[in-house]
């Protein structure tokens, strides 16, 4: 896996290059530590450019523990219930904390972390692995195209356009925010909004 991770991280084929690696760590044994296998990546795989993103998988499995532990603290069921949501993220903050605490102290550490779940279910939210991997990416061109994919997500597209372009020009001193031409601050907004400007394109070319 190691020398398939560091060749397709240089190869100069787009289509065969790696952009960005999930490393995925589930939920379900969340009471154990970092396993040798999962350190031995981080401390021998130099991926370059190419950041890698921890995922915490399952995290939905962390339901059972909250409930155990508020029950053996005392609650009835009804109360345990009530309180189970809190646990859960008061669990997962505190195993990703000890997970990250490992791995962080490794030659090649990850990128970031994120916690999903019920990602194999319809509908399921991928904003926040959608938002760290585009943050993670770290490049414009990549970010674009990562959006892109993701023609739903607007509040992303938004953030982006604000951040890598709106924010840039009124960091500008006062005489050169006059000199930004309208037309070319509407273009390099609209490359955020890639269905936005596909409409945009498809009527202007419309034969009337």
């Known amino acids: 896996m190691k020398s398939f991770v560091v060749d397709r991280a240089v190869t100069a084929s787009l289509k065969k290059r790696i952009h960005a690696i999930w490393f995925c760590i589930p939920m379900t044994d969340y009471h154990r530590t970092v396993t040798a296998a999962e350190q031995k990546f981080f401390t021998e795989c130099d991926t370059g450019h190419v950041p890698v993103i921890v995922l915490l ?22 109360e345990a219930k009530k309180k189970a949501a809190e646990k859960e993220k008061e669990l997962l903050e505190r195993w990703l904390a000890h997970i990250k605490g490992m791995l962080d102290e490794c030659k ?57 372009t709106l924010r840039a020009k ?38 009337f």
């Not at 925010?177 to 945009?200: A, Q, Y």
């Open 57 to 78: 998988t399952k995290t939905d499995a962390l339901h059972l523990a909250a409930m155990e532990e508020l029950l053996d603290s005392g609650l009835d069921l009804g």
């Open 170 to 207: 009124m960091e500008l001193g006062i005489k050169d925010r006059f000199l930004v031409s309208v037309k070319d601050l509407e273009k390099e907004l609209l490359r955020w909004f890639p269905m936005i400007e596909w409409v945009i394109m498809s009527y202007c070319g419309r034969v």
């Open 108 to 164: 090649f550490p990850p990128k970031a972390y994120v916690s999903v779940q019920k990602m194999h279910q319809e509908g399921a939210d991928f904003t926040a692995l959608l938002q760290c991997t585009t943050n993670a990416v770290n490049e414009e061109g990549l970010q674009r195209l990562l959006i892109s994919t993701q023609q739903s997500s607007i509040a992303l597209c938004v953030e982006y356009a604000v951040k890598k």
